[in-house]
């Protein structure tokens, strides 16, 4: 049986390791959005990116992208986009 510091060690590992984890392949996504490979390849994109800071709309289409921003620009929600 664990004592209660056992306990408060094991209980900060397994929620610390996880974090740990997820922080390594940030430099991978932060290279992604900046349009370079792994390997350090630029390449070019057919669409630009795009950034928002509340809401997403993602299609294959420009014209549903943009019907979509239109209903959340108007106070809708995701249901009303969809």
Same mark, same amino acid.
């Given at each position: /049986?664990?004592?209660?510091?056992?306990?408060?060690?094991?209980?900060?590992?397994?929620?610390? $390791?996880?974090?740990?984890?997820?922080?390594? *392949? /940030? +430099?991978? #996504?932060? @290279?992604? !959005? #900046?349009?370079? @490979?792994? *390997?350090?390849?630029?390449? +070019?994109? /057919?669409?630009?990116? @795009? /950034?928002?800071?509340? %809401?997403?709309?993602?299609?294959?289409?420009? $014209?549903?992208?943009? #019907? %979509?921003? *239109? !209903?959340?620009?108007?106070? %809708?929600?995701?249901? *009303?986009?969809?």
């Amino acid at each position: /049986m664990l004592n209660s510091t056992a306990k408060r060690r094991l209980t900060a590992l397994i929620v610390l $390791l996880p974090a740990l984890f997820l922080g390594v *392949d /940030m +430099e991978n #996504a932060e @290279a992604q !959005i #900046a349009g370079v @490979a792994r *390997d350090g390849f630029q390449y +070019e994109t /057919m669409r630009s990116p @795009a /950034m928002g800071l509340r %809401g997403v709309v993602a299609t294959s289409q420009p $014209l549903a992208a943009n #019907a %979509g921003l *239109d !209903i959340l620009k108007k106070g %809708g929600n995701a249901i *009303d986009a969809a």
